[in-house]
């Protein structure tokens, strides 16, 4: 007579269905936007925007500039201001948020995968970039005639890039943030280092060459590079697929339920 060896109790590997991902984005939308805060992260650029743009001398063109306005220049910098938060800030936290709460240790025992957790806080979070980053260059380019850039595939495809750049060095914080605490602690140097890239505290033009090329490098300096046409335009955007896969994979590594 033999006797049965118990086995540990395996996980069910059921696969994400298109509605259950649906199902389990339109939940990840509801809980984010249960915090105030979501809506700050949309309105502080566009409300930036207005108040600037409002000051005449910003609507002057300067010689330092390259004969651009200041509200020309600050335009994508404030438009990259929107995945900057969300994506660095937002995102990490809310992911830690749950490991903090045990609600990614509850999930882990449960059928849904990692990947379509991730991927719908990734998608909430990527719509709302969009969303915001698109009010901001309309509010600019209708209230205060900001031309569009010169070429706009490549604008796109630099953001969109960028913003999967940030998304995936966000992804790198949650994956191992024990608390909000921690992942803000983590996120928020790297959001203000994108900002100052970007433009957000000296238009990137006035700094020195050698850092001009610094910023390049950063995420977000290298997609206002683009939106102004500085410098070698695939170089910026080999520098953004190449933070998009180095935090990708750093992230799926590093990635834990508890």
Same mark, same amino acid.
């Given at each position: 007579?033999?006797?049965?060896?118990?086995?540990?109790?395996?996980?069910?590997?059921?696969?994400?269905?298109?509605?259950?991902?649906?199902?389990?984005?339109?939940?990840?939308?509801?809980?984010?936007?249960?915090?105030?805060?979501?809506?700050?992260?949309?309105?502080?650029?566009?409300?930036?925007?207005?108040?600037?743009?409002?000051?005449?001398?910003?609507?002057?063109?300067?010689?330092?500039?390259?004969?651009?306005?200041?509200?020309?220049?600050?335009?994508?910098?404030?438009?990259?201001?929107?995945?900057?938060?969300?994506?660095?800030?937002?995102?990490?936290?809310?992911?830690?948020?749950?490991?903090?709460?045990?609600?990614?240790?509850?999930?882990?025992?449960?059928?849904?995968?990692?990947?379509?957790?991730?991927?719908?806080?990734?998608?909430?979070?990527? !719509?709302?970039?969009?969303?915001? #980053?698109?009010?901001? /260059? +309309? &509010?600019? =380019? *209708?209230?205060?005639? $900001?031309? @569009?850039? %010169?070429?706009?595939? !490549?604008?796109?495809?630099?953001? #969109?890039?960028?913003? /999967? +750049? &940030?998304? =995936? *060095?966000?992804?790198? $914080?949650? @994956?191992? %943030?024990?608390?909000? !605490?921690?992942?803000?602690?983590?996120?928020?140097?790297?959001?203000?280092?994108?900002?100052?890239?970007?433009?957000?505290?000296?238009?990137?033009?006035?700094?020195?060459?050698?850092?001009?090329?610094?910023?390049?490098?950063?995420?977000?300096?290298?997609?206002?590079?683009?939106?102004?046409?500085?410098?070698?335009?695939?170089?910026?955007?080999?520098?953004?697929?190449?933070?998009?896969?180095?935090?990708?994979?750093?992230?799926?590594?590093?990635?834990?339920?508890?």
């Amino acid at each position: 007579m033999t006797t049965a060896t118990p086995t540990a109790p395996v996980r069910p590997t059921v696969g994400m269905t298109r509605r259950g991902f649906t199902r389990l984005t339109l939940t990840q939308a509801k809980l984010l936007f249960r915090e105030p805060a979501a809506l700050v992260w949309m309105l502080v650029p566009v409300v930036l925007v207005l108040v600037l743009g409002s000051i005449p001398g910003f609507r002057t063109p300067q010689a330092g500039l390259g004969g651009q306005r200041v509200i020309d220049v600050y335009v994508p910098t404030f438009a990259s201001m929107v995945p900057l938060f969300l994506a660095l800030t937002a995102l990490p936290m809310t992911l830690a948020s749950y490991r903090e709460k045990d609600v990614l240790r509850r999930l882990s025992v449960s059928p849904v995968p990692a990947s379509g957790v991730l991927g719908a806080l990734v998608t909430v979070v990527a !719509a709302l970039a969009l969303t915001g #980053a698109g009010l901001v /260059a +309309a &509010v600019g =380019a *209708l209230v205060f005639h $900001v031309s @569009a850039p %010169a070429h706009l595939p !490549a604008v796109l495809a630099g953001f #969109a890039l960028g913003g /999967a +750049a &940030v998304l =995936a *060095l966000g992804l790198v $914080v949650a @994956a191992r %943030a024990r608390t909000a !605490a921690a992942a803000s602690g983590l996120g928020v140097p790297m959001m203000v280092l994108n900002f100052f890239a970007s433009g957000l505290y000296v238009p990137v033009a006035e700094l020195p060459h050698s850092v001009q090329q610094i910023c390049a490098a950063i995420p977000f300096g290298a997609v206002t590079a683009i939106w102004s046409g500085q410098g070698v335009l695939w170089q910026h955007l080999l520098v953004l697929a190449g933070w998009t896969v180095a935090g990708g994979l750093t992230a799926v590594r590093l990635f834990r339920w508890e």
